[in-house]
Antibody
């Protein structure tokens, strides 16, 4: 069974940093692109960042560009999101999501979602 | 990065058909056949229901269908059922290795 489990969410002050992790299992991790998607409670979904299977292609949404860094460790079946210079509008649930199609950055959409981890940015 | 444009809400009666539109640009919806749709119930993770414009993952009823014309994609649900009441989001691949979501549509089954 495919599983992705996020961790690392916490309460941090504005300007602080946080590192999210995602542990993947049930599939060949280094065959698939992975993404982070966030959602403010009660609001819509927002794509944050994505990384190809071999880290050769990486993308960021404009609001996080220059502050967030996505990375992966295929040996550990893990995805990460380093978040710096956090702002109040970064407060959200952060989902780790797997791309459906092997080898494609986004083809086939995102087929496996974690339960999310809550990041709260507040003083 | 502007979000894709979806209606905030749509409604329909059981058995009817509804269509949710998703309007983007030539750089996303119109430029690639990588439009996906997701269904999300309150408090739950989203679920992929349509990918690559018109394809359904296994297990998704054929009442759900997708299409695209120019810069606008559409999700149609036919034979509406009470369990279809949910939030629906479209997404599209955008040039330069980015992805963009629509603002979401709340479907009410009357």
């Amino acid at each position: 069974e495919v599983q992705v489990v996020e961790s690392g969410g916490d309460l941090v002050p504005p300007g602080g940093s946080l590192r999210l992790s995602c542990a993947a299992s049930g599939f060949i991790f280094d065959d698939y692109a992975m993404h982070w998607v966030r959602q403010v409670p009660g609001k819509g979904l927002e794509w944050v960042s994505g990384i190809s299977w071999n880290s050769g292609a990486i993308g960021y949404a404009d609001p996080v560009k220059g502050r967030f860094t996505i990375s992966r460790d295929n040996d550990k079946n893990s995805l990460y999101l380093q978040m710096n210079s956090l702002r109040s509008d970064d407060t959200a649930f952060y989902y780790c999501v797997k791309a459906q199609v092997r080898g494609s950055f986004y083809g086939g959409g995102l087929d496996s979602w974690g339960r999310g981890t809550l990041v709260t940015v507040s003083s | 990065q502007s979000a894709l444009t979806q209606p905030a809400s749509v409604s329909g009666s059981p058995g009817q058909s509804i269509t949710i539109s998703c309007t983007g640009t030539a750089s996303d919806v119109g430029g690639y056949d990588y439009v996906s749709w997701y269904q999300q119930y309150p408090g739950k993770a989203p679920k992929l229901i349509i990918y690559d414009v018109r394809n359904r993952p296994s297990g998704v009823p054929d009442r759900f269908s997708g299409s695209k014309s120019g810069n606008t994609a559409s999700l149609t649900i036919s034979g509406l059922q009470a369990e279809d009441e949910s939030d629906y989001y479209c997404t599209a691949y955008r040039s330069s290795t980015t992805v963009v979501f629509g603002g979401g549509t709340k479907l009410t089954v009357l």
